[in-house]
């Protein structure tokens, strides 16, 4: 009987996971459709509970949704419970649990392709909506020594320092933790000392109202940190432009996309995920 995992977000059709996580099913032979699920706010109760269908395996959730299941599922992972954000479900005998891959697939990313190790760094996170938590939360628990999260509205940025000392009893780490407004006098001082720079943010994601736009001047960029920004389309953002003009070293967010896939398909299959078609086919689908 064939199966299916949903991608539940909105809008849907820009997304490129369906193309290597379909990629990947028929790799392991496996009878499953990646199904994209585009739903309205109004919609969302009713697709987690078509969910519960003994033929689906489980989901993904992306943008905007991936606070608002938390309350809609049976029972939400350690991980995404200190993140507060879930972007996979799996499905067991009509039981739903929310799980958070974004962070793992960040951290791996950072390492193996950014060759970046996070322990005793000093990290500046732009933006402080979800994908923002889920970096917040892998750095601290990798031992990042600071964390400096400067947002446009700078109260998520407080809310989100806030429920990241309040993790620390959870990872055991203690990092300095500052939240500051999205001011250009903030932005030179912040990032003068720091090895990391996250963006967060959609600023410069192909198709927004923000296409062709970098978050940071590059003379604000220090040239011996890596810069890495979490928009994957375009596969060479302004933002990242800029950094390689500062001399920094840059990582896109393609290899972020494409591992927190292969955590979630592992989830949903028990089976390895081949990591080097998934990237092949996710690079081919994007400019
Ligand atoms: P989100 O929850 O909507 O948060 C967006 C954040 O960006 C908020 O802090 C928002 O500030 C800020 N922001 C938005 N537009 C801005 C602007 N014009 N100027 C300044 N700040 C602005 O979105 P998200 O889920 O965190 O996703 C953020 C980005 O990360 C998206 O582009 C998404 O595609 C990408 N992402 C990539 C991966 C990957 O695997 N590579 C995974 C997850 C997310 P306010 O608080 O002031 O609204």
Known sequence: MSQIVALIGYPLKHSVSPAFQQVAFAYHRLDIHYEAW???????????????QPTVLGANITIPYKEAVLPLLDEVREGAIQVGAVNTIVHRRGKLSGYNTDAGGFLRALRENGNFEPRGGRAVILGAGGAARGVG?????????????INRTLHRAEALATCLQDAMSVTKQNPEIKALPWEE?????????CHL?????????????TEGDSPLTARFIPSDALVYDLVYNPVDTPLL????EAGARTL?????????????????????????IMMKVAREELP
């Open 38 to 52: 585009e739903r309205e706010p109004f919609q969302l109760e009713r697709a987690l509970s078509l969910l519960r």
């Open 137 to 149: 939360f892998a750095l601290m628990q990798a031992g990042i020594k600071s964390i400096t999260i």
């Open 185 to 193: 006098n903030i932005f030179s001082e912040a990032l003068a000392s």
């Open 197 to 209: 720079v996250v963006n967060c943010t959609p600023i410069g994601m192909k198709h927004s109202s």
């Open 241 to 244: 432009q800029g950094a390689r």
């Open 252 to 276: 896109g967010g393609l290899a972020m996309l494409v591992y927190q896939g292969a955590l979630s398909f592992e989830l949903w299959t028990g089976k390895k995920a081949p990591i080097d």
